[in-house]
């Protein structure tokens, strides 16, 4: 008996999933579910392995940021999942002379923008850790606030991870992940040795909110 395998497709902003025949590239054989799907002008050709699950960009660019909060400023990082390369890592300071809210206010109005912007659909937010001695409040603020702006955004997904959260997501051990964010190792992205740890904390959280 023929293998089935799932297939899933990113498709103009929706996920849509099909069964498929292991093996095969005949659109005929697609199974479809839900009835909506694209039509065969525009699908490429499908070849199914045995693996469990396919994550595949179809039609259309999926986009993830992951963000690494300071008291100060927030860190983002922009990654083409389709490409497997960073867009873009930048960072958004907050002006000397604002208050708490207007410094809340600011964050979330330029994150969103960022969103739109690069037709993000996936987030991951690098969260402080619980056992950090000395957590910073103005941190913890604004990742709350940033959590409130994509739970109300147009988001497919996103996650709010500690380290270990990070690296399951990646599928790596958490013992691996510590030298990525001290440049000791190379994950193979380009200029990783020239970002600074803020920056390569983003890259990694934006690499994981593939599987948000």
């Not at 293998?3 to 996920?15: D, L, N, R, T």
């Not at 964010?181 to 904390?201: A, F, H, V």
Request: with cysteine; aromatic share 8%.
């Amino acid at each position: 008996m023929a293998e089935i395998c799932q297939v899933k497709f990113w498709f103009m902003g929706e996920v849509r999933r099909f069964e498929a025949v292991a093996g095969s590239a005949d659109l005929s054989a697609l199974r479809r579910s839900p009835s909506k799907i694209p039509s065969a002008t525009d699908c490429a050709l499908i070849l199914c392995t045995n693996e469990a699950s396919i994550n595949w960009c179809f039609g259309g660019i999926m986009r993830t940021i992951g963000i690494r909060v300071a008291p100060s400023a927030v860190t983002f990082a922009v990654y083409d999942a389709a490409a497997q390369a960073v867009v873009n890592v930048e960072q958004i300071v907050i002006p000397a002379a604002f208050e708490t809210p207007d410094a809340l206010k600011y964050i979330r109005s330029n994150l969103l923008d960022v969103l739109r912007e690069y037709k993000v659909t996936r987030a991951g937010i690098r969260a402080t850790e619980p056992s950090a001695q000395n957590p910073s409040i103005p941190r913890i603020e604004i990742e709350g606030v940033l959590k409130e702006a994509f739970a109300s955004s147009d988001l497919e997904a996103f996650y709010v991870g500690h380290i270990s959260s990070i690296a399951s997501r990646l599928g790596i051990d958490r013992a691996a992940l510590k030298p990525m964010i001290d440049g000791e190792s190379d994950p193979g992205i380009e200029n990783w040795d020239r970002m600074n740890k803020e920056q390569r904390e983003a890259v990694l959280c934006a690499k994981g909110a593939v599987n948000a």
